[in-house]
Each structure stands twice: as structure tokens, then as C-alpha cells.
């Protein structure tokens, strides 16, 4: 298994740190360096990256070779845990390029892109849809139809206990309410009838 691990789970950030080392196995001096990129793969034949070129520093004394890079959640939301693979681009001042430097990875903790839980919920003479909890990835957005029996329509909308009917769309007889997932939130109507 890989010697190099990241764990980065949800809502957290890691620093990943790599030793660069030259075609003999020993660091790299980097003293020299103007920028170093980190990209990662699902396999070392790829060419398709989960990640590409995200930018890093050297880490400590530049002699040692060690650089670090910033591991986001965001930057892997799709990638399970297991092994994977990464290279690095380093360019020096003169602009000379080291390129690519490539080995193995294991993500330790589960970073898939995070969920949230809209539950919906109606009172009598009118209808929600959809109702109950429903799972939103983070930052999509998810369309509720609110429809009403004959002769009734909507007395209160709330999202979160907050007045919202300001946000409903008319169509068709009905409204619409989009809400964007930012967390997990709770939306309610109550009908009233026909004036």
C-alpha cells in the first residue's frame, strides 16, 4: 500500500506533505524553486486528473526536498477511499522543469461531496411534492411543487420557521419553491380557504 496518505474528511482540510526525490532516490534540492504543482490520477496510466496542477510550497529547509500542499474536500469530492496516484511539476528559476515525479497515495477517510436533508411536510387541503425528507448534494438546488386542494390556498410558507412565500413561483395553479442546499433545512405549509 502507498507510503503517502491523505485523510480529509468532510468539512475538514489537510496538508499533504511529499519528499522530492531525484532519479537516485535522493531528495531534491530546492533551493532554486519557483513553483511546484501537485496533480492526482486514478491510476498511473491516466491522463484524466481528479486534481490538476494545485499549486504548493516547500515545506522546511529546501535541501530536504519536502513540499506541502493543501488538501481541500472540495479538491477530491469524488474520490473514495483507497489508493490513487499523484505527480508533481516542479519549476526552477532558470525555468528549467522537473517533470513528472509519480507515485502512489491512499485516502484514508471519506471525502465524497456532502448531503444535505430537506424534509418537507404539509398540513391538510394541499399538497407538497416532494414530501418527507428528501438528500441534497451541497450547493444543488431541489424544486418543490405546492399544489392546493379545490378552494384553498396558501395561509403560511416556512423555511426553517422563517417566513418564505415570497419565494414561491406561480404555475399552473400551483407554486414552485427552489431551495439551493446549504445545510439541512425544513420547509412547511399550512392552507387556508378561498377568499
Not at 496518505?5 to 482540510?13: A, F, L, V, Y
Not at 517533470?99 to 398540513?123: H, K, W
Not at 414530501?131 to 438546488?141: C, L, P
Not at 439551493?180 to 377568499?195: E, G, M
Amino acid at each position: 500500500m502507498a507510503e503517502n496518505k491523505i485523510s480529509c474528511p468532510r468539512g475538514d482540510t489537510r496538508i499533504i506533505t511529499l519528499t522530492v526525490k531525484d532519479a537516485n532516490g535522493d531528495a531534491l534540492d530546492l533551493t532554486s524553486i519557483s513553483t511546484v504543482y501537485l496533480s492526482i490520477k486514478a491510476a498511473k496510466e491516466d491522463s484524466a486528473y481528479i486534481v490538476k496542477k494545485k499549486e504548493g510550497a516547500v515545506e522546511g529547509d529546501p535541501i530536504l526536498g519536502i513540499v506541502a500542499f493543501e488538501i481541500l474536500p472540495a479538491d477530491l469530492e469524488e474520490v473514495a477511499v483507497g489508493e490513487w496516484w499523484y505527480d508533481i511539476e516542479l519549476t526552477f528559476n532558470d525555468g528549467t522543469k522537473y517533470t513528472p515525479i509519480i507515485d502512489r497515495f491512499e485516502v484514508l477517510a471519506d471525502i465524497t461531496r456532502l448531503t444535505y436533508t430537506i424534509t418537507a411536510s404539509t398540513g391538510a387541503n394541499g399538497a407538497i411534492n416532494p414530501t418527507g425528507a428528501v438528500s441534497v448534494e451541497s450547493g444543488a438546488d431541489k424544486v418543490f411543487t405546492i399544489t392546493p386542494d379545490a378552494g384553498y390556498e396558501v395561509d403560511t410558507f416556512l423555511v426553517d420557521d422563517v417566513d418564505a412565500s415570497g419565494d414561491l413561483v406561480a404555475q399552473n395553479g400551483s407554486w414552485v419553491y427552489t431551495h439551493t442546499a446549504i445545510a439541512d433545512t425544513t420547509v412547511a405549509v399550512a392552507w387556508k380557504a378561498s377568499a
